[in-house]
């Protein structure tokens, strides 16, 4: 059997451990907004036995965010994503893909980024100690992230580079595209460590930041600390100089940084020394998913909106000015549909907050 076979192999194994008690399925965003069970946790275990080009099989596989929310209520301990992303594999293997899902590997292939955009290639050549890559929606997308973070950096005089050329791979390892992309910018990276001598790697978006940390490990890890933006300024908060204004935010953890990730206080840390916080309905690992996700936004607009009104309702009535996330893909998702609520990154909102 070859790795990649033993690895689909074990996925299908995690499967058969569902007691199909249903605890997951009200939690479930995607069932919250249709009421199918077919589009539930437990419904998706249920079909992914199948494989068939048939329209509703394949939006129970690709219509999952895969924010894990199912995986913290599961006795049985089922690895629902995971389960998820080894039956993309698989259809994608069968050549079974949603239209939308084709175009963007088509992307990654021509263009090295899943929105198919020219985006520059940024390079770093001198010592630095750390190399900060902003991932696609940052610098192709939603510009200001971008140079909110160079901005901060600067201000904190951090010796830093930037690297970018090609997509981190999260796009394609999340909706059953091969590793090879994730792969391409893996030997990219570890290049460029080899060649600042930079012993960390600071991210702005959960996937990238999920990827690289935990993906890579396949491909051999890389010789550095991967950092998401909110904990390095919450290790590095001395040298932060904020005019604090007291503004009342509350704010949006993004699932793969969250619950995937483990990061929870590191924004909370940061965003308390300037503004004052209230939590949202749902947050830290029980937080809602902005609908974004998973690829669905790409597919799947109308369930995309339907979650997101959730989310949005469930911030707006904190009554706090601004919702911060500190996701480039949550935030361009919420601020899309935000009727009226103000929504910000959060190294916009740290960066408009810098002393001159
Ligand atoms: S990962 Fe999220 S969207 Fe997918 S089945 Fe679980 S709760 Fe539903
Ligand atoms: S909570 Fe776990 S065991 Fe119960 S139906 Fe959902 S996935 Fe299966």
């Known amino acids: 059997m070859s790795g990649s076979e033993e690895y689909t192999k074990s996925r ?33 275990i249920i079909l992914s036995s199948y494989i068939e080009d048939d329209p509703e099989l394949v939006k129970s596989i690709f219509s999952c965010l895969t924010c894990g ?38 992307n ?39 140079e909110s973070t160079v901005k901060i950096l600067k201000s ?3 010796s830093f580079g930037i690297e970018f050329r090609y997509c981190c791979g999260s796009t ?49 890890g890389l010789n550095a600390e991967i950092l998401h933006i909110t904990e390095f300024l919450s290790l590095n908060s001395g040298r932060l100089k904020l005019k604090k204004d ?4 509350t704010f949006h953890d993004s699932c793969h940084l969250a619950r995937h990730m483990g990061i929870i206080e590191e924004p909370r840390r940061v965003l308390t020394l300037v503004a004052d916080l209230v939590e949202p309905e749902q947050s830290k690992m029980d937080s809602f998913c902005c609908g974004g996700g998973g690829g669905v936004r790409v597919s799947y607009r109308d369930l995309t909106r339907a979650v997101r009104k959730v989310r949005i309702e469930q911030l707006r009535k904190t009554g706090a000015e601004v919702a911060v996330t500190s996701c480039p893909y949550c935030y361009r998702n919420l601020k899309n ?4 609520l103000i929504i910000k990154d959060l190294t916009t909102f740290i960066a408009e907050r810098l002393e001159e």
């Open 12 to 44: 299908e194994i995690w499967s058969l451990k569902c007691a199909k008690c249903g605890r997951c399925i009200q939690i479930c965003p995607t069932y919250k907004a249709t009421k199918w069970e077919h589009l539930s946790p437990r419904g998706r």
């Open 69 to 106: 929310i199912c995986e913290i209520v599961c006795p049985s301990n089922v690895a629902v994503t995971d389960v998820i992303e080894g039956k993309r594999e698989s259809y994608a293997r069968a050549g079974i893909l949603p239209a939308k899902h084709v175009r963007l590997l088509k």
């Open 108 to 146: 990654m292939v021509e263009r090295g980024n899943p929105y198919g955009d020219e985006i520059e290639t940024i390079e770093t050549d001198g010592e630095v100690d750390v190399i900060y890559y902003p991932g696609c929606t940052s610098l192709a997308r939603e510009r200001e992230i971008f």
């Open 156 to 158: 904190m005089e951090i």
């Open 172 to 220: 394609s390892l999340r909706i059953g595209g091969d590793l090879s992309y994730a792969e391409r910018n893996y030997r990219r990276l570890k290049d460029v460590l080899e060649k600042t001598g930079a012993k960390i790697i600071l991210v702005n978006c959960p996937g990238c930041y999920r990827t690289i940390k935990k993906d890579y490990k396949k491909f051999g």
């Open 246 to 249: 007291g503004i009342r935010v």
């Open 337 to 340: 549909g935000a009727d009226g």
